[in-house]
């Protein structure tokens, strides 16, 4: 069955860096587009990036843009998050998302369709001080 | 303030329909179709109910549906149960730098 774990959160300083990882099993990793979605503590959902199932795109909410910068290793069926300078505002559970649909590229730019059909548990980073 | 707009809480009782809203612009689900609908209970992770604005995937059950009218798009719920209590959250490509927004939430409450 499809199982997403995420790992890596944790408390940390405002500025400072920290990085997530998603294990990724029960399906074929590298044919996927993967997502990171956040929520923080009694808010609702905010999109925070995606990556073509090869790596080879890579699309970021405006929120954090420049600080936050999405990967994957195909060959260890595994996603990641590198986050930093963060702030205050970065404090969430930060879940990552399988899509079965792929990253669009048109003349106009990217469409990237809102499909996650498998979350992970999530992990919760605290930034403070 | 969520780009898309949601109503805070609708209510039901056990057997009634109830529909939930989400408003957004021409740059959003105004004019594309990739809309989606997901269902958070407390403590859990979300779970895709409806996407591409109508469709439901594998094992979601008939009693949830997916519309869309101009700016807004609608998720209706019928036969309400116990168990569809949860918050529900819209979402849709937009054609803005940040490429995918979701809407407030909705908490729905079973009578």
């Known amino acids: 069955q499809v199982q997403l774990v995420e790992s890596g959160g944790g408390v940390v300083q405002p500025g400072r860096s920290l990085r997530l990882s998603c294990a990724a099993s029960?399906?074929?990793?590298?044919?996927?587009?993967m997502h990171w979605v956040r929520q923080a503590p009694g808010k609702g959902l905010e999109w925070v990036a995606v990556i073509s199932y090869d790596g080879s795109d890579r699309y970021y909410a405006d929120s954090v843009k420049g600080r936050f910068t999405i990967s994957r290793d195909n060959s260890k069926n595994t996603l990641y998050l590198q986050m930093h300078s963060l702030r205050a505002e970065d404090t969430a559970v930060y879940y990552c998302?399988?899509?079965?649909?792929?990253?669009?590229?048109?003349?106009?730019?990217?469409?990237?369709?809102?499909?996650?059909?498998?979350w992970g548990l999530g992990t919760l980073v605290t930034v403070s001080s | 303030q969520s780009a898309l707009t949601q109503p805070a809480s609708v209510s039901g009782s056990p057997g009634q329909s109830i529909t939930i809203s989400c408003t957004g612009t021409?740059?959003?689900?105004?004019?594309?179709?990739?809309v989606s609908w997901y269902q958070q209970h407390p403590g859990k992770a979300p779970k895709l109910m409806i996407y591409?604005?109508?469709n439901r995937p594998s094992g979601v059950s008939n009693r949830f549906s997916g519309s869309k009218s101009g700016n807004t798009a609608s998720l209706t719920i019928s036969g309400l149960q116990a168990e569809d209590e949860a918050d529900y959250y819209c979402t849709s490509y937009t054609s803005i730098s940040t490429l995918v927004v979701f809407g407030g939430g909705t908490k729905l409450t079973v009578l």
């Open positions: 591409d604005v109508s």
């Open positions: 021409s740059s959003d689900l105004g004019t594309y179709n990739y």
């Open positions: 029960g399906f074929t990793f590298s044919s996927y587009a």
């Open positions: 998302a399988r899509s079965p649909r792929h990253i669009i590229i048109t003349l106009g730019g990217a469409i990237v369709p809102p499909n996650f059909d498998y």
